[in-house]
């Protein structure tokens, strides 16, 4: 089986030990399926350009909360709009 560019990254990441379980599993998994229920009515959908390395890095960040990149983004926008986020 041939493996992608991100695929060989996540695979190398594993094998060098850099993975770690996460500790109360239970409750994070809670969170992120309640932000998940809380972005998951999708009436409109929108088109974005963004640099590869962004991308990437929010492909490798949503991997490493185990979800799907687009659910991250989704619920990053989300906690922007209701006040969430705030800046640095």
Do not use: C
């Amino acid at each position: 089986m041939k493996l992608d560019k991100n695929e060989k990254e996540l695979l190398d990441s594993f094998e060098r030990g850099e993975w770690k379980s996460v500790p109360h599993l239970a409750g994070v998994k809670k969170h992120f399926q309640e932000a998940a229920g809380e972005t998951s009515r999708k009436d409109r959908r929108i088109n974005i350009r963004l640099s590869q390395k962004d991308l990437e890095g929010i492909q490798a960040r949503a991997a490493r909360d185990g979800m799907p990149y687009q659910t991250l983004i989704s619920s990053v926008i989300h906690k922007f709009v209701v006040g969430g986020l705030k800046e640095a």
